[in-house]
């Protein structure tokens, strides 16, 4: 019954072993109680991994994606992204205008990121939630951008392949913040550091 599902699928080699729909006997899975799901898998929402795979399938991911996170880049890509904050506030930066926006997501929120804006999730502790990205193509091009805090000009804007993005993407913040003249900006001379875990600043509203 299930060797059509089976023929027809393609298996994103990215993440073999991740949930992809379809079940060990060729079969379609069943649904599942996302609260649930998350209080069982709790432990991988945990530093320093902080993210796990609800679903990947060919054309697009589903990942449940809890804080602190601790980066101040930046990410542009040709796809769209879609945010559901199942747990605590977070900030979503984004890169409008020459300016940074700081886009407030309350629990119980969503959030959609259009293609090709520059985007920075900032999630405190405590906080979960879930984003949908969409699949990239072979040789399609993801953009890492640093912009300056303080007065929000670029600082570097480095390119990859989206086949590279999980190994090189670290590994190219960390050699950035540590260059003292690469992570310098050149407009207003403010040093872009490596960050601490997010913290929420105080509002008051
Ligand atoms: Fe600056």
């Not at 890169?95 to 997501?105: F, K, N, Q, T």
Request: aromatic fraction near 8%; charged fraction near 25%; include cysteine.
């Amino acid at each position: 019954m299930s060797e059509d599902i089976l023929a027809n699928h393609v298996t994103n080699p990215d993440t073999p072993d991740e949930p992809n729909g379809i079940g060990p006997d060729g079969s379609v899975t069943s649904p599942l109680h996302l609260m649930q799901w998350i209080a069982e898998n709790r432990s991988a929402f945990k530093p320093p991994v902080g993210n796990k795979y609800l679903y990947s399938g060919r054309d697009f991911f589903v990942m449940i994606v809890a804080g602190p996170n601790a980066r101040n880049d930046f990410h542009r890509t040709d796809s769209e992204e879609f945010f559901i904050q199942l747990e605590g506030d977070i900030i979503v930066k984004t890169h409008e205008g020459g300016r940074i926006v700081d886009h407030l997501v309350r629990e119980g929120e969503t959030f959609f990121i259009p293609p090709n804006v520059p985007h920075a999730p900032c999630r405190p502790a405590g906080t979960l939630g879930l984003v949908v990205e969409r699949r990239r193509p072979a040789g399609e091009l993801e953009h890492q951008i640093f912009y300056c805090d303080k007065c929000h000009a670029l600082v570097e804007d480095n390119e990859f392949d989206c086949s590279d993005i999980v190994s090189a993407f670290k590994q190219a913040m960390e050699d950035f913040w540590a260059d003292e003249e690469r992570s310098t900006c050149r407009s207003c001379g403010h040093r872009i550091g490596k960050p601490g875990p997010f913290v929420m600043p105080e509002r008051t509203d």
